[in-house]
Every structure is written in structure tokens, then in C-alpha cells.
């Protein structure tokens, strides 16, 4: 039996506090990228009772993603933002999702995130992570953007921080690993910084801001 949106909320409110659930729950986050980052990254605001999540992602889900992305094997194939979609109204059912299944570019860039409070960026690539950050510094100066860099092999999870790199930047990961040179992804140190990046987007809405 699925609890009741005010059981859901008190539950939330107890763990967090109610002015701060309050807070959680009129905020609007989007992110774009929905693989190891993103889908984690979703799962953990979801579970934190945040309002609205815009989902924004072209592909769709792959069995090779699924040793550390949130999805289910009788996915494959789906677009990834309808099956995260689908998990999340399970794991949260009453957190609003907003799923675009688009390849984000410059020319929707402002369409699809204009309406968001905190922008995570969340890409492979490191072409579209830098498309999107440039876009955002430039024509949303005052909304924050949680970003990620550096989560691959299997070094340290230690070496997984977050720094503010500016007022409303901030940056998640090791800053150095890459796929490409280490040729491989680990689901727990994929995780970890998708958890910092999470965690990141409750600190900012709590006030809570880096050195």
C-alpha cells in the first residue's frame, strides 16, 4: 500500500526538519546527463522529497548500463528519461518528474531549463559538459550549477571532493580520471560522486554554501 502524500511528508519532515522539507519541497532541479551520474543523482533527490526534477536525456538504456545506472534489466531499450521517470514514481510517488527525451544543445538549452532552481550537470562527454556549463554561466548568472569531473577507474574514493569554483559553481569529482585513460567505470565511485552532487543541491537550498 503506497503511503499518502501527508504521510510522505511528515516522514520527510521528520528527518529533515519542516521549514527545510518545506524548502525541499518547492524547489525544481534539472538534470541533464541521466546515465551513472544523473540516475543517481535523481534516485537521491527523489528520495529526499525534492518538488520537481526536469530529466533531460536523448538515449536510451543500454545493458551495459545497467552495473551502475538506476535502471532495470526489462528496461532496455527504453528512453532513459521515461524509465527513470517510471522508477522514480515508484520510489517517490509523489515527486513531480519532467522527462525530455532530447539531446540538449544550445538552442533548447534555455527552453528546457529556464524554469529550474539548480541546473546538475550530469554528460559523458566532455564536449557537452562544456557546452552546458559555458551556457549556463552566461545566460543563467543567477542560478546555481552543480557539475561533475573526474569519477572514473578504481583509485581512491577518498580523492571524491567538491569545490566551489565561483559564487553559484561548484564542481564534484577528483578533477583528473577519465574513461578514456583509465578504461573503466566502477558503479560505487560513479556513485559517490553523483552523491556529492546530490548532497551538494540539499546544502545549497538549506543555505548552506563551500568555502
Excluded: W
Excluded at 166 to 187: A, P, W
Amino acid at each position: 500500500m503506497i503511503p499518502s502524500h501527508e504521510e510522505m511528508t511528515a516522514a520527510l519532515a521528520q528527518r529533515h526538519g519542516e521549514s527545510l522539507q518545506r524548502v525541499f519541497s518547492s524547489a525544481k532541479v534539472a538534470i541533464c546527463g541521466l546515465g551513472g551520474l544523473g540516475s543517481n543523482i535523481a534516485v537521491s533527490l527523489a528520495r529526499a522529497g525534492i518538488g520537481k526534477l526536469i530529466l533531460i536525456d536523448f538515449d536510451r538504456v543500454d545493458i551495459t548500463n545497467l552495473h551502475r545506472q538506476q535502471y532495470k534489466a526489462n528496461q532496455i531499450g527504453m528512453f532513459k528519461c521515461e524509465a527513470l521517470a517510471q522508477n522514480l514514481s515508484e520510489i517517490a510517488p509523489y515527486v513531480q518528474t519532467e522527462p525530455h527525451c532530447v539531446r540538449l544543445t544550445e538552442e533548447n538549452c534555455f527552453d528546457l531549463l529556464c524554469d529550474a532552481d539548480i541546473i546538475c550537470e550530469a554528460f559523458d562527454k566532455a564536449e557537452n559538459k562544456s557546452m552546458l556549463v559555458n551556457y549556463a554561466l552566461e545566460h543563467f548568472p543567477d542560478k546555481y550549477l552543480v557539475a561533475a569531473s573526474g569519477m572514473a577507474g578504481i583509485g581512491s574514493p577518498n580523492e571524491i571532493v567538491t569545490r566551489r569554483v565561483s559564487k553559484r559553481f561548484y564542481l564534484c569529482g577528483d578533477g583528473k580520471s577519465d574513461v578514456n585513460e583509465c578504461g573503466s567505470l566502477f558503479s560505487a565511485r560513479v556513485m559517490l560522486c553523483a552523491a556529492h552532487q546530490a548532497h551538494t543541491v540539499l546544502r545549497i537550498l538549506a543555505k548552506e554554501f563551500e568555502d
